[in-house]
């Protein structure tokens, strides 16, 4: 069962729900909470990297005191506290930690932990590792990093067109990744003679909000979905959205709202990815109800 909130604009007449299964999932949260504790204590920290690929949720926590390095900073960085954040990080980082005197604050998501294990258990056996997802990505970089870079990065089977594979593979994905997809590139693989010894790692708060957005896209005249223009995660699940509502809209912050989408009567949901807060949901409902 939806749980939604509903309110009525007094102009264009809109039904304005929010999806309540829409926020941060739990790695995020944890990463969240764990900064905003030392915020509070000492008044700044340093992160490695965007905490989460939500734009207007990082200026948040940097108006408290967040500051967002890179790994080129990192290098410099002595005798200081430092945030992990939930996508992890290769073995590099914790060894240059150790050299420069640095405190990490591991807000690694347990599941992504869990994979980091499996892939490097799997290289330690010497199997031949392929794993889709994004070329670049933190979590991709820090999956990588477990094996020395000793293996095959793919967002989609198409890359792999022309290209001379291995009689058996070890195939994982990163965790933000669409199950659907996965069994699909499996199957693909599989087609054309290869042995492939799949292990499915999506996150199942992932998977699991596939049907639930599916359901709740379908109920609703309009969606706006807000995500992150970097969230991997924001990608799929608005494309789960619109493929079930083609009247959907992507929208990064209640600024982006463009009123000629909507019609008076219009039913209104609201949803976001994992990496979206629910606080920005509001700001976007809340305008939605002064127009």
Known sequence: ML????????????????????GFCFGVVYAIAMAEEVLDQQGYLYCLGDIVHN?????????????????????????????????????????????????????????????????????????TIFLMGKSGHAEVTGLMGQINNEGVVFSDVSELDGVQLPEEITLYTQTTKSKQKFQETRRALESRGIKVNAHDTICSQVSDRDSELRQFAGSFDKILFVGGTKSSNGKVLFEVCRDCNPNTYFISSAAEIDFSWFKPGDRVGICGATSTPMWLMKEVEAVLLSA
């Open 3 to 22: 749980k939604q909130t509903q309110t009525f604009t007094k102009s264009l007449g809109l039904t304005v729900s929010i999806d309540q299964n829409s």
């Open 55 to 127: 734009d207007e949720e990082v200026k948040r926590l940097k108006d408290k005191g967040l500051r967002v390095i890179d790994h080129a900073q990192l290098e410099q960085l002595r005798d200081e506290k430092v945030l992990i954040r939930a996508h992890g990080e290769p073995p590099s980082t914790y060894r240059k930690a150790i050299e420069n005197n640095i405190t990490l604050i591991d807000a690694t998501c347990p599941v992504v932990l869990k994979l980091q294990n499996r892939i490097r258990n799997s290289h330690d056996k010497k199997e």
